[in-house]
């Protein structure tokens, strides 16, 4: 979902601008936390009643919220994101704990603090493609949350090896030509599945589960509407409206004979790594 922004800011830090709009979020990409699309995720997750879960990358609530119901009155779901729009979307959303943190070095609130190692399970969904400054911190706070008791179990679905194929490779080439620099820009990090087990194997993790699976996604508008929701604040953030339309515009075009069928319709190859991973109890 919604999550982490490339920065090397602190989670308790209220000065940085906070670049995800809930509600542009929910216009052009709400098939992130469709059903079609979080079934398998979720199904990994096997969330039961009395669990206690915490959701890194919560976005808006929306599978959060449901997760509440699974767990029941004897459990429960926190949320946590790093943008201050989606938190307020999710707790209207019906989310009931949630709060802004980074999840690269996660830190809980006071009032949140006694459930600070003591969750069953940690999920997150279409998040941690967004954690490229230190994907390990990541691991390492789901680590520190987690029960250590020999069933913690950390469970997720994110942009992996070739997620994007084409697409990204247009937008370096489109700001390459512009004379920026797109390795430094880009803020994604798709891992293969090789090199994201090595990453939680080497913080106590046991792999039971890592997989890529490729899947069409259709968008509900064009690929500058995609483009508004993903790029403009992150590899694009430096540009002015006009710098930015133009490479969206450009990029565009670059990607209509692989991404635009017949009719119009727009589509982008996403690739998911899911993974279900349990920490020792020796940790």
């Given at each position: 979902m919604a999550s982490?922004?490339?920065?090397?800011?602190?989670?308790?830090?209220?000065?940085?601008?906070?670049?995800?709009?809930?509600?542009?979020?929910?216009?052009?990409?709400?098939?992130?936390?469709?059903?079609?699309?979080?079934?398998?995720?979720?199904?990994?997750?096997?969330?039961?009643?009395?669990?206690?879960?915490?959701?890194?990358?919560?976005?808006s609530g929306e599978i959060t919220a449901d997760l509440q119901k699974v767990v029941g009155e004897g459990g429960v779901v926190v949320g946590t994101d790093f943008s201050r729009d989606m938190i307020q979307k999710s707790k209207a959303n019906g989310v009931k704990y949630a709060f802004v943190a980074d999840a690269q070095a996660l830190e809980f609130p006071s009032d949140l603090q006694p459930h600070r190692g003591a969750f069953d399970a940690i999920f997150t969904n279409a998040a941690l493609h967004w954690c490229k400054r230190d994907p390990v911190g990541v691991i390492k706070s789901a680590k520190a949350a987690l029960k250590k008791d020999g069933k913690g179990r950390f469970v997720g679905e994110f942009g992996g090896y070739l997620n994007c194929v084409g697409l990204r490779g247009a937008i370096h080439s489109v700001l390459r030509k512009r004379g920026c620099d797109p390795y430094k820009l880009d803020p994604w990090y798709f891992p293969s599945t090789q090199d994201y087990q090595a990453l939680l194997e080497s913080e106590g993790f046991e792999v039971q589960h890592i997989s890529l699976t490729p899947r069409i996604t259709a968008l509900p508008g064009d690929l500058v509407s995609w483009q508004q929701t993903f790029c403009r604040e992150s590899w694009l953030a430096d540009m002015t409206d006009q710098e930015a339309e133009e490479v969206m515009k450009e990029v565009q075009g670059l990607c209509a004979v692989d991404c635009q069928d017949a009719s119009g319709k727009w589509a982008i190859m996403y690739v998911r790594l899911r993974f279900v991973a349990v920490l020792s109890q020796i940790v």
């Open positions: 982490n922004t490339p920065s090397n800011t602190n989670s308790t830090t209220t000065e940085v601008k906070d670049t995800w709009s809930a509600e542009l979020y929910n216009k052009n990409a709400s098939f992130v936390y469709s059903p079609a699309f979080t079934s398998a995720v979720l199904s990994l997750l096997d969330a039961k009643p009395g669990e206690k879960i915490l959701d890194v990358g919560c976005g």
